[in-house]
């Protein structure tokens, strides 16, 4: 079973920075597409972030300059580096991987997601 566990979030005030990170682990042959994604309260969930396997990578308008994302293939990882935070940034991020993997009887290409990790800015 391929499971993504992520970590980083937590409360920082407006102009700061944090580190989100998230691991895949279980009979995964390879990785496509890493995405980043978030869920402000009461709205919809957003893609903030995406790199390829080859390492392209793409960003929302509203993010633009202010978060890296980047990928370890060997580590099975995505990390996204969010500076310059706002309030607006307030949401629960969530880890989403294309990706293919080792089920019993077949090899199959899935969408899996994080169980997401809350950011709050704020003073």
């Known amino acids: 079973q391929v499971q993504l566990m992520e970590s980083g979030g937590g409360l920082v005030q407006p102009g700061g920075s944090l580190r989100l990170s998230c691991a895949a682990s279980?009979?995964?042959?390879?990785?496509?597409?890493m995405d980043w994604y978030r869920q402000a309260p009461g709205k919809q969930r957003d893609l903030v972030a995406t790199?390829?396997?080859?390492?392209?990578?793409n960003y929302a308008d509203s993010v633009k300059g202010r978060f890296t994302i980047s990928r370890d293939n060997a580590m099975k990882t995505v990390d996204l580096q969010m500076n310059s935070l706002k309030p607006e940034d307030t949401a629960v991020y969530y880890c989403?991987?294309?990706?293919?993997?080792?089920?019993?009887?077949?090899?199959?290409?899935?969408?899996?997601w994080g169980q997401g990790t809350l950011v709050t800015v704020s003073s």
């Open positions: 279980g009979s995964i042959i390879s990785i496509n597409v």
């Open positions: 989403n991987m294309k990706l293919l993997a080792n089920v019993p009887g077949s090899i199959r290409y899935l969408e899996v």
């Open positions: 790199i390829t396997s080859g390492g392209t990578t």
